[in-house]
């Protein structure tokens, strides 16, 4: 160690070329908030030296992240509040780390990393993670679960494909649920059309009938609430378009980029369905109190 760094090692405090690295670097926050396990990165603000530069810790940054505890269900600062000793100088280091919802004190997120430190002062260094619970990337929402039931797990499974950028296999997964599961889709359509277009009902019971999934979409392309349009279009024409791609015909790139666009839409027609049917109800609620008065 040269005496330049051996001296920020001693005192906390970076050398220019520190400064100068650390600039072209990510932070540490964003490395757990947005990087998927598997992948490393070079990494700045890695750990700090407590006072008297004696030991070096693992810098624990406060994170941005999804609460999904019933207190908070959205975006949390969580943070972690005890010192993680790390190697002082040149070293590995295997670290599972622990946070927590600083709003509700209940969400957890917990990150199993390997951490390589430089020969220097250790301002910056390579991270990797083992993994990460919940699992990496966006949270799925409750309502799109709610319509594959008891194979929900089938559709985090493509969830988890997608994450890892795993494109034939989050497809297939997609496509197998969506196809399976067709009638409970038509179903949650037929309860917004009953209450704001019945005569589409009869046509949509019909395409429960259908066994082909892409026959029975192609039938009722014209037949769906205006509410439940995604910018003009109707959702379920979205998926016929996504999921009659040849997968054999695409590459894995491509069948990452279909099913994320499944994925989307998927999850924006739950949403629709459900405040379609939670303005219905409000409604009627509204008039029943107003009639009785």
């Not at 949390?76 to 509040?81: A, E, G, V």
């Not at 280091?93 to 390589?116: H, M, P, W």
Request: negative net charge; charged residues 25%; hydrophobic residues 35%.
């Amino acid at each position: 160690m040269s005496d330049e760094a051996g001296k920020a090692a001693s005192t906390g405090h970076a050398t220019e070329q520190d400064t100068a690295a650390e600039a072209t670097l990510m932070s540490f926050a964003e490395f757990l908030e947005s990087v998927p396990p598997g992948e490393m990165r070079r990494v700045k603000g890695l750990r700090y030296w407590e006072t008297g530069g004696r030991s070096a810790c693992l810098d624990t940054p406060p994170l941005s992240l999804h609460c999904s505890s019933d207190h908070c269900n959205g975006p949390r600062i969580f943070r972690h509040s005890e010192a993680i000793r790390v190697p002082p100088g040149t070293g590995i280091a295997d670290r599972i780390v622990d946070f927590t919802c600083s709003n509700c004190g209940e969400g957890q997120k917990t990150f199993a990393l390997r951490l390589f430190f430089p020969l220097s002062d250790g301002y910056f260094g390579d991270c990797i993670k083992f993994g990460e619970f919940p699992t990496y990337g966006p949270p799925t929402p409750t309502r799109l679960l709610r319509l594959f039931g008891t194979d929900r797990e089938t559709f985090l499974k493509g969830r988890r494909c997608e994450n890892q950028g795993l494109g034939i296999g989050a497809f297939t997964y997609y496509r197998r649920i969506v196809e399976s599961h067709k009638n409970q889709i038509l179903d949650e359509i037929i309860k917004v059309a009953a209450k704001v277009a019945p005569g589409m009902v009869e046509m949509l019971e019909d395409a429960k009938n259908e066994n082909q999934f892409l026959k029975s979409i192609d039938s009722v392309k014209h037949s769906i609430p205006q509410s439940l349009l995604i910018n003009g279009h109707n959702p379920l024409m979205l998926l016929h378009s996504a999921l009659s791609e040849g997968l054999h015909a695409q590459t894995d790139e491509q069948c990452l980029e279909l099913a994320q666009a499944v994925r989307v839409v998927l999850a924006d027609l739950a949403e629709r369905i459900g405040q379609a049917l939670k303005d219905e109800a409000e409604l009627n609620a509204a008039v029943t109190r107003l009639m009785k008065r």
